[in-house]
């Protein structure tokens, strides 16, 4: 995350994405695969470390996005971060950061029981977790357990900054995930 100064002097947070150049893959079309859509390819890896059907296109991530209209695009299409313009209405989609097993006061925002009163180890518990009826564990109830590692999807962001020549797009806001994850940018 970095900050960008505005026209008027005020601060505001904001993310760098780096984002392109994406190479289109494959044009799925509703006669031959039974919908339409458009794969795309990003970033480059080391050929000894793809497998060997997938050879030909030497890209990293591949993702594939449902459209109607697939004449727009055709294959071996570049594109870049001069889709996006300034002021652009966004949603971003990642993976967020895994936080691995916590327990119920990290996970959940619990504040757990008294630090006096009786209590010695249980500052940090999550107390009853259900009555004598119907003597089990409700589904859903708030426990312990992995945190993290879902895909987040952050609406109503704001493009503030878009450098083409750079592949790079300054966001309003922070986005989900860490340094390097594939993230999904679209206009809303």
């Known amino acids: 995350m970095s900050q960008v100064f505005a026209e008027d002097g005020r601060v505001q947070s904001a993310t760098a994405i780096e984002a392109g150049p994406m190479v289109v893959t ?38 594939e996005f449902k459209v109607s209209d697939t004449s727009e695009f ?14 652009d209405e966004i949603k971003v989609s990642a993976i967020s950061k895994g936080k691995g097993f916590q327990g119920v006061v990290k996970r959940h925002g619990f504040h757990g029981g008294p630090r006096t009163h009786g209590q010695k180890h249980s500052e940090r518990e999550p107390g009853s977790i259900g009555a004598t009826w119907p003597q089990r564990v ?6 312990a357990g992995r945190m993290g590692g879902k895909r987040i999807t952050v609406r109503n962001l704001r ?30």
């Open 26 to 63: 494959q044009i799925k079309t509703g006669e031959k695969d039974g919908y339409s859509a458009v794969q795309f390819g990003f970033g480059k890896k080391s050929p000894k470390r793809i497998k060997k059907p997938q050879r030909a296109k030497n890209v990293r991530w591949m993702r």
């Open 74 to 87: 055709e294959v071996g299409a570049v594109i870049d971060a001069g889709i996006f313009k300034e002021g």
């Open 138 to 143: 409700l589904k859903g109830k708030r426990m």
């Open 159 to 188: 493009v503030l900054k878009v450098e083409p020549a750079q592949n790079l797009i300054l966001v309003s806001g922070s986005v989900p995930g860490r340094r390097g994850t594939l993230v999904e940018l679209v206009k809303i």
